[in-house]
Every structure is written in C-alpha cells, then in structure tokens.
T-cell receptor, first 113, second 114 residues
Framework: DQQVKQNSPSLSVQEGRISILNCDYTNSMFDYFLWYKKYPAEGPTFLISISSIKDKNEDGRFTVFLNKSAKHLSLHIVPSQPGDSAVYFC????????????FGQGTTLQVKP | EAQVTQNPRYLITVTGKKLTVTCSQNMNHEYMSWYRQDPGLGLRQIYYSMNVEVTDKGDVPEGYKVSRKEKRNFPLILESPSPNQTSLYFC?????????????FGQGTRLTVV
C-alpha cells in the first residue's frame, strides 16, 4: 500500500523551461512534506519542504505547492538547468510519529541542454 | 565536515552468511534511520532510532536487526541474508530539533546476496 506516490517515473525538459514533478499521498495525517534530490552514487539530499499549514514554499528556483484537498503536491523548478538532472523523491511525515518518513518511488528528471 | 559514513560501499555475499553494514555520523544527531532503495519502490524505511538504546521498526524490518549503543553509530545487521535483500541501502541521521527535514544521508551500500 503506497501512501506516497510519484506516478511519473521520468520527465525530460529543455534547459531554461519549467520542470514540474508531481506527488500524491493518501494519508490525511501527513503534515509535513519534503523533496529530496539524488544523484547517481550519492545519497539523497534535502531540497525543500512544506508544512501542511502552508500551500506554497519557495526557495530560489524551487517552489513546492501543496493542495491538501486533493492530497497532492508538486515541485516546480524554474528555470531548469542540466545540473538539475537527478532522481527526485517526494516524502511525507506525520509529526506525531517523528521517526517515520514515507518516500515515493522517485521521478528521474533529465534536463537537456 | 558533517557527514554520514557507511561501510562498505559495495558488498557481495552468499545466502546465510551474517553481515553488518556500519553507519556513523559526526553531527551528534539523535535520529538515525536505515532505508533500502529498490526499483519502482523508492526508499523504504527498515528501522529507525530516536536516541541511544531506542529503536523501532520501520516499514520493512523483516530479516534485519539494528542496535544503538552509542549516539554516533547505528549498524544494520543481516543475520541470515537472502537474495531478496539484494538492494541499495542508505543510512540517515538528523537532529531532534530539525526532525527529518534536515536528514543527512550516507552515500549508500550496494548489497548483493547470491
């Protein structure tokens, strides 16, 4: 039972354009959402997060949007750069159970020069 | 340099031969966790620890053991490895104040069980 789903295994965009990565979740108890980025042969690194009390959080070229009613979040990267090519994992946590971080399957982003 | 160190990075072993993957962090973090990454399944939590001598099961704990005798170390033990434990393993740590937002991951251990 996948509580956090990333339904697009891969995404390819042109350099300079917008990349939109999507994530859906089923557990309404999740109240914190995170995006991690992973390059080959490295561990995931934290990218950006959002609390359930917000609907948007922005950090430079990266913006995360949260739609609680649809149980959906998305990561926007504008403008996309070749160095953004990586696997992106969406993750969710229930603050009442701080040891649990549930990850999605990941989306491989390729940004073409 | 703040880091999470896993060893070994690569390991090929035979079914049933006990092995330990070590994890060490130098950031004085309270929280530590083990994940496995499999194609199409993302990262799944095996075990986690919120402090010394405090461990709990994640989503896929079967076939694994952990211990947290010291704050900096969180070894993953496979008492009798099987081929379905062939996977890419990651250790992570974070502070209790940052929660999992600021989780730092190790570089991964690729395990093959034949």
């Amino acid at each position: 039972d996948q509580q956090v789903k990333q339904n697009s295994p891969s995404l390819s965009v042109q350099e300079g354009r917008i990349s939109i990565l999507n994530c859906d979740y089923t557990n309404s108890m999740f109240d914190y959402f995170l995006w991690y980025k992973k390059y080959p042969a490295e561990g995931p690194t934290f990218l950006i997060s959002i609390s359930s009390i917000k609907d948007k959080n922005e950090d430079g070229r990266f913006t995360v949007f949260l739609n609680k009613s649809a149980k959906h979040l998305s990561l926007h990267i504008v403008p996309s750069q070749p160095g953004d090519s990586a696997v992106y994992f969406c993750a969710a946590s229930d603050a009442g159970n701080t040891g649990k971080l549930i990850f999605g399957q990941g989306t491989t982003l390729q940004v073409k020069p | 340099e703040a880091q999470v160190t896993q060893n070994p990075r690569y390991l090929i072993t035979v079914t049933g031969k006990k092995l330990t993957v070590t994890c060490s962090q130098n950031m004085n973090h309270e929280y530590m966790s083990w994940y496995r990454q499999d194609p199409g399944l993302g990262l799944r939590q095996i075990y986690y620890s919120m402090n010394v001598e405090v461990t709990d099961k994640g989503d896929v704990p079967e076939g694994y053991k952990v211990s947290r005798k010291e704050k900096r170390n969180f070894p993953l033990i496979l008492e009798s490895p099987s081929p379905n434990q062939t996977s890419l393993y990651f250790c992570a740590s974070s502070s209790s104040t940052g929660g999992w937002t600021e989780a730092f991951f190790g570089q991964g251990t690729r395990l093959t069980v034949v």
